[in-house]
């Protein structure tokens, strides 16, 4: 059987509100545990989708409303109540041979119908694909129509953070479950036996939101006007190439296009429909659209023209400008497109007449007809539309976290609102980096002596630090990935001295030669000279950096080691710090999980712009031309990750990146303090008129398939 996160009835909400003035020293008990069967083995039979489950009665329904599914009468469940019922077919015909029920005819949308009766739309048969993608609902087919609302969250963002992530649909994509890669809108592929062709079928019969056919001509413009292109790329992303040389991509026929690597690349399936990998811009270049901005097709003087109109004086910039997904004019595969360029006081997206998916009724979805986001100018003002319940869909809870949610709790009745949640990495916050290419020698040789690192590790306590800023839902751990298999982020690796032991601390300070103390008690360097220690204190991510390294200034007084701390801007922190213009510096970090591959995560595998050693990092990216030559296990970090991508093998991938994270805590490059609870820092939060979510997902750090929401009135 599959375990995963039991999270919380009305009455665990209470105990997790207890979190929030209670200590929380250590990882819970009930950790995710995932002993899903191997992909090969037949899934447990759900019932159908268009069964009111057990626990969701129906209210009587009109004819009209029966056709497009019930209503629901019962309250939704609350985050992690119910395991995810979603499930998604490639096909009808594979609907069919998994349930035995076939999909006779499509439905579309009332408001399509009328278009296609003024005779403005085809029928909905020719504006499906041949083999439409299936998705059995999370409760019930859904009804048609109806709006969801969101945030624009504060006056610096141009759209709505989370709508932008509902209209990716990549040509792979997790399985709800999160349990493998499935195909999307690609509908299958293979794989050489060298690990280094992937070719890739394409989903015959898709469309534009146009009407224009999808086809391998639209990836071939991506790759041949866009990627080649040194103007507009002028930096080849590293995902596509392998062995340092990019990828040659090339066109079989209307609906195959093959990737070539000059080493094997066993994971790029996985990339394509990954967080950091090239799951976007694939999927989104019309080239019918976009050719006539881009002088490979048209006379310069024509585009000239266009930029001119739309003050643009860089054909660059106005070609960047014109495929950036919140343009109104540029078709979309997506379902729902925007109306309007950003900024708006109120952005909004129809849906997508096109739409590649349906139920497994054979209606074409999406259910919802528009979406509509509202701009908000703080926290604070998003924080009072969600409890007055004038927000549908509410990200709070993962930005607000444990400042939130209390309130938000208390006001769930009134607001009429539930929680859901999606997997992420778990935020590590606040940890502490080092200088090692200090340009004092003395202070070089000292930060790059592990026993310094852990000497002022132990000598932080954790749980009091939790008690004072966290107030709870954090746990005392050093940066770590996602909890549960296949990484395990709360075994005992990544306790590596994060206990709180002073004398331990003082042990290790005094091998390493640190004896000699000032008037004050307070340790000299190694040179004999007075040692104090500048933390630059990130202020932007999280925002309480700056208040918890003066707390730990005070821990590591306790054992002679003087410091200060110096808050920075988030941008200027930046700067400085991949300058190497810092002493200490501190600032969130993640190690990967979830949707985010271990090896598409910078800091675990020491990817350019490395928060822990910048210069290592580029030393590594120029093959040493440029930055500082790293020590040998970062050297065997980036060795294992070439390995990785080209291991068709899961268990042996896990294996390597196991062997990463052990080299991690051997080091101790930085020092963690805390990871977070996604089961409360990762929550949304969604008005209970909108159903068909899941309580919890593990694909995303948002739950899943939102064409299959609907609303229930």
């Known amino acids: 059987m599959k375990q995963r996160y039991r999270l919380f009835s009305l009455l665990s909400i209470l ?55 019930p209503l629901l009468a019962d309250l939704p469940a609350g985050p992690g109540e119910r395991e995810t019922q979603q499930e998604v077919y490639n096909s009808p015909a594979d609907y069919e041979a998994a349930t035995g029920n076939a999909i006779s005819e499509y439905h579309e949308a009332p408001v399509l119908t009328a278009l296609v009766e003024a005779g403005e739309l085809p029928a909905v048969e020719e504006r499906l694909p041949a083999e439409p993608v299936v998705i059995k609902p999370e409760e019930t087919i859904g009804k ?31 399985s709800p479950d999160g349990s493998e890669i499935i195909p999307n809108l690609a509908k299958g592929w293979e794989i050489s036996e ?33 990627i080649l292109n040194d103007e507009l790329t002028p930096s080849k992303p590293t995902v596509l190439t392998r062995g340092g040389e990019l990828a040659e991509v090339t066109k079989v026929d209307d609906y195959t296009v093959q990737f070539t690597f000059s080493a094997p690349y066993a994971l790029f399936v996985t990339y394509l429909g990954s967080w950091g990998g090239p799951r976007e811009d694939p999927m989104a270049m019309p080239e ?22 739309d003050g643009f004086d860089s054909w660059v910039d106005f070609f960047q400008h014109m495929i950036d997904r919140h343009n109104p004019d540029k078709p979309t595969l997506s379902a729902w497109i925007p109306n309007e360029w950003p900024p708006q006081p109120i952005q909004t997206y129809r849906r997508n007449p096109y739409y590649w998916k349906v139920d497994t009724e054979g209606n074409q979805l999406p259910y919802i007809d528009e979406l509509r986001a509202t701009r908000v100018a703080d926290t604070e003002a998003q924080l009072l539309k969600t409890i007055a319940g004038e927000l549908d869909w509410s990200s709070l809870g993962f930005n607000g976290g444990v400042a939130n949610m209390p309130l938000i709790l208390e006001n769930q009745e009134k607001g009429d609102y539930r929680l859901v949640y999606g997997t992420w990495m778990p935020n590590s916050f606040s940890n502490i980096m080092f200088n090692f290419n200090h340009p004092d020698e003395a202070r070089k040789e000292l930060y790059n002596d592990v026993r310094f690192r852990q000497a002022l590790s132990v000598a932080i306590n954790r749980d009091e630090l939790i008690k004072l800023v966290w107030k709870g839902a954090v746990f005392a751990s050093q940066v770590a990935p996602l909890y549960g298999p296949p990484y395990h982020g709360e075994s005992e690796l990544f306790q590596s001295y ?40 990130n202020s932007a991510w999280p925002p ?30 930046t700067a400085r710090h991949n300058g190497g213009e810092h002493d200490l510096s501190a600032r969130g970090a993640h190690f990967g999980g979830g949707p985010v591959h271990p090896t598409l995560n910078g800091n675990t595998f020491a990817l350019g712009g490395w928060q822990w050693a910048p210069e290592w990092a ?65 929550q949304t939060i969604v008005k209970n008129r909108v159903r068909n979510v899941p309580t919890w997902t593990q694909g995303e750090w948002y739950p899943s398939l939102p064409e299959s929401w609907f609303i229930n009135e």
């Open 144 to 174: 048609y129509g109806g709006f969801v609302t969101g945030p624009i969250e504060g006056q610096n963002m141009a759209s709505p953070t989370m709508f932008n992530y509902w209209r990716i649909d990549p040509l792979t994509t997790f």
């Open 288 to 309: 019918h659209y976009l050719s006539q901005f881009h002088p490979d097709f048209v006379d310069m003087a024509e585009i000239e023209s266009l930029m001119e109109a």
């Open 544 to 573: 309480e950096t700056p208040a918890v390294m003066e707390i730990i200034r005070g821990y590591w007084e306790e054992v002679g080691i003087r410091a200060t701390v110096q808050p920075e801007a988030g941008e200027l922190w």
């Open 498 to 537: 994060a206990q709180f032991d002073p004398e331990l601390a003082n042990q290790l300070l005094d091998e390493i030669g640190l004896t000699e103390h000032d008037g004050e008690g307070y340790r000299l360097g190694l040179d004999g000279e007075p040692l104090l220690l500048v933390i630059a204190a």
């Open 15 to 69: 105990l997790v509100m207890a979190l929030f003035v209670g200590a929380c020293g250590s990882p819970p008990s009930d950790l995710p545990v995932d002993d899903a069967p191997a992909a090969e083995a037949p899934a447990a039979e759900a019932p159908a989708a268009d069964a009111p489950a057990a626990d969701a009665p129906a209210a009587e329904a009109s004819d009209a409303e029966a056709a497009s599914g």
């Open 618 to 682: 580029l030393w590594l990216d120029t093959d040493g031309e440029q930055g500082v030559e790293p020590p040998d296990d970062v050297k065997r970090i980036r060795e294992l990750r070439e390995l990785i991508l080209g291991e068709p093998d899961e268990a042996k991938r896990v294996e390597m990146i196991n062997e990463v994270f052990e080299i991690h805590m051997a080091n101790l490059w930085s020092i963690g303090l805390v990871v977070d609870d996604p089961k409360i820092n990762q």
């Open 194 to 226: 060298d690990n280094q062709t992937i070719t890739i079928f394409l989903r015959e019969g898709v469309k534009w939101s146009d009407g224009e056919p999808y086809t391998a001509d639209d990836i071939l413009f991506w790759w041949n006007s866009i």
